[in-house]
Each structure stands twice: as structure tokens, then as C-alpha cells.
């Protein structure tokens, strides 16, 4: 893949994810603005991807506001000259049970995913339709916004609704050669590393480099940042034109597509439906194979 002449912002991309993401954007010759709201931090993510002879900037700042958002694109533009690429990483978690989440447990979280989301998606699509050159669009998912997790309240929502937000932007931007993709990544970082059934693993790996066992790199699809990084590089390229509205798995040696909301059983009354007509036909049409709903929990063979 070849990004030369493209510019791209990763949010977030101070260390993990977001670091792997921009490091192999700038491999593939494109220039990168870092965002992380730890100067020194950003600093030393510039410094790794220049020395290894990638272009990159960075632009402290929380991501959730507007003018945030416009700061990101004005570097990007300002450094390079034009912004053709938005990955909108940045995350954080407040994992609390229902009754236990604190209104700020769940606005910092909305704020930061589904807001920064959208105020960044906004700027870029801004900038590339003036651009008139088409453009790319690439948010983060996760399994917790397509299934529900336990503790996940706000996580959960602001990830469905960027899903969403990515299907909505896929129609919107179309005419103006802009994709919109979601990413639902399964990897090794500081926020996987709070699941017990994950936690040994990514602490061998990266205390003592065993590699992930081979049973979680193909059934649970769970690797490395790396490993999702190229996915992110494609969706990025020219290859990737015809992609859009569409969210996709990545982890470990595992690719996948999930699909979209649909009806999957409908059942009909004439005249309409009452609470008693419901509960006569559920168990024995539409409510026969409820779907499922939370992330099953990781298991070795045999366990």
C-alpha cells in the first residue's frame, strides 16, 4: 500500500492502538498527526515514527469538542497541506455496573467516543469536501457496542452509536468520494488488559515476550496493535474506494465483517397486535430463538 502524498490525524495515537495505527500509516509513506493529551507522551511517538523516517506531528489536545476537532484538522493542513485521512481512536473507560455509574462516569465516556467522534468526523468531512478529492473515514468500534458487556453502560452505547454514526456518514458522504468504516479491533492494550480472562496472557507477552497462545489469536481473534494496524492502512488506500458503511472485526490471525441490525423472524395479526395475541405467538414465532447478548467470555481448548 502506498499513502505517499496523503496526510492522516489519529487520535489517540499516543501508545497503543492508536500508536500502532499511525506508525504503519507512516510506514506506508503517509504523514501523521499524533494526538494524546500527554505532551511528552506524544512527543516520544513523534519521534519513534520520524526516526524511522515517517513524517509526523503532534497536536495536544483532549478530543470531544469542536474546537478540538478543528485543531486536529488545522495541524494536519498546516504541517502537510491537506488532510485525507481521519481515524478516530481516542477512548476511555468508567466501567461501573448500572447503579454503581455516576452521571460523570457516563458523559466522560460518551464525551470522549461518541462525541469526539462525531465533532472529528464533522471537521474532516468539512476539509475534504472543500478538498474536492474524495477521503477516508475510519472510526473504532467494539464487540461491547455490538453485543453489550457487563459494566459497559456507557462504553457500550457510545460504541453502538458510533456504529451508527459510521452506517449514516457512509450515505452522506458518498457523493463526495468520502468512505466511512468502522473498526471492531481485538487486541493487547492497557483497556483489554483489565479482562482476567486476557490479563495473563498480555502480561506475559509483555513482561517476558511469550507470544499469544495460538487458540486466542484464531478463536478469539485476540492479538496484538500491530495486528490490527493493517486493516487501517487498507481502509486508508485507494484499494479500499469501494468500502464504506461497513464494520469490520480484526484481532490475532482473525478478519471478520459483522453484519448489520436486521429483522431475523416476523410474524403478522390481522388488525394489529394486542398484549394478549403477543404473548400467545412469541414463544412459538418471533420469540422462539432469542438472539444472544454479551461477549462470551474467553476459553481455552479443554478448560
Known amino acids: 500500500?502506498?499513502?505517499?502524498?496523503?496526510?492522516?490525524?489519529?487520535?489517540?495515537?499516543?501508545?497503543?492502538?492508536?500508536?500502532?495505527?499511525?506508525?504503519?500509516?507512516?510506514?506506508a509513506g503517509a504523514s501523521v498527526v499524533i494526538n494524546d493529551i500527554d505532551a511528552r507522551i506524544a512527543g516520544q511517538a513523534v519521534k519513534e515514527i520520524t526516526a524511522a523516517g515517517g513524517r509526523a506531528v503532534a497536536e495536544v489536545?483532549?478530543?470531544?469538542?469542536?474546537?478540538?476537532?478543528?485543531?486536529?484538522?488545522?495541524?494536519?493542513?498546516?504541517?502537510?497541506?491537506?488532510?485525507?485521512?481521519?481515524?478516530?481512536?481516542?477512548?476511555?473507560?468508567?466501567?461501573?455496573?448500572?447503579?454503581k455509574m455516576s452521571d460523570e462516569d457516563f458523559d466522560d465516556v460518551v464525551r470522549t467516543h461518541l462525541r469526539g467522534t462525531f465533532t472529528c468526523a464533522r471537521a474532516a468531512a468539512v476539509r475534504m469536501r472543500e478538498q474536492g478529492e474524495g477521503g477516508r473515514i475510519v472510526t473504532a468500534c467494539s464487540p461491547a457496542g455490538q453485543r453489550g458487556n457487563f459494566g459497559q453502560t456507557n462504553y457500550?452505547?457510545?460504541?453502538?452509536?458510533?456504529?451508527?454514526?459510521?452506517?449514516?456518514?457512509?450515505?452522506?458522504?458518498?457523493?463526495?468520494?468520502?468512505?466511512?468504516?468502522?473498526?471492531?479491533?481485538?487486541?493487547?492494550?492497557?483497556?483489554?488488559?483489565?479482562?482476567?480472562?486476557?490479563a495473563p496472557h498480555i502480561e506475559a507477552l509483555e513482561e517476558n515476550g511469550v507470544p499469544l497462545p495460538e487458540w486466542l489469536r484464531k478463536a478469539e481473534g485476540f492479538g496484538t496493535p500491530e495486528d490490527v494496524a493493517g486493516l487501517v492502512v487498507y481502509l486508508a488506500s485507494d484499494a479500499a474506494a469501494g468500502v464504506t458503511g461497513q464494520c469490520i472485526g480484526i484481532g490475532g490471525d482473525k478478519l471478520a465483517l459483522w453484519s448489520h441490525?436486521?429483522?431475523?423472524?416476523?410474524?403478522?395479526?390481522?388488525?394489529?397486535?394486542?398484549?394478549?395475541?403477543?404473548?400467545?405467538?412469541?414463544?412459538v414465532s418471533v420469540g422462539r430463538e432469542p438472539q444472544t447478548y454479551g461477549i462470551p467470555a474467553p476459553q481455552a481448548p479443554g478448560a
Open 61 to 99: 489536545v483532549p478530543v470531544g469538542s469542536a474546537e478540538a476537532a478543528d485543531a486536529l484538522v488545522a495541524r494536519a493542513v498546516e504541517a502537510f497541506g491537506r488532510l485525507d485521512v481521519m481515524v478516530t481512536n481516542a477512548g476511555i473507560l468508567r466501567d461501573r455496573v448500572l447503579w
Open 156 to 198: 457500550a452505547a457510545a460504541k453502538a452509536g458510533i456504529a451508527a454514526m459510521t452506517r449514516t456518514w457512509a450515505l452522506e458522504l458518498a457523493k463526495a468520494g468520502i468512505t466511512a468504516n468502522a473498526l471492531v479491533p481485538i487486541a493487547a492494550t492497557g483497556m483489554t488488559r483489565t479482562i482476567p480472562a486476557f
Open 261 to 283: 441490525p436486521q429483522e431475523v423472524a416476523t410474524a403478522y395479526a390481522g388488525g394489529g397486535w394486542s398484549a394478549d395475541a403477543i404473548a400467545d405467538a412469541w414463544p
Open 1 to 27: 500500500m502506498d499513502l505517499s502524498n496523503k496526510a492522516a490525524v489519529v487520535t489517540g495515537s499516543g501508545r497503543g492502538l492508536g500508536f500502532a495505527y499511525a506508525a504503519a500509516l507512516a510506514r
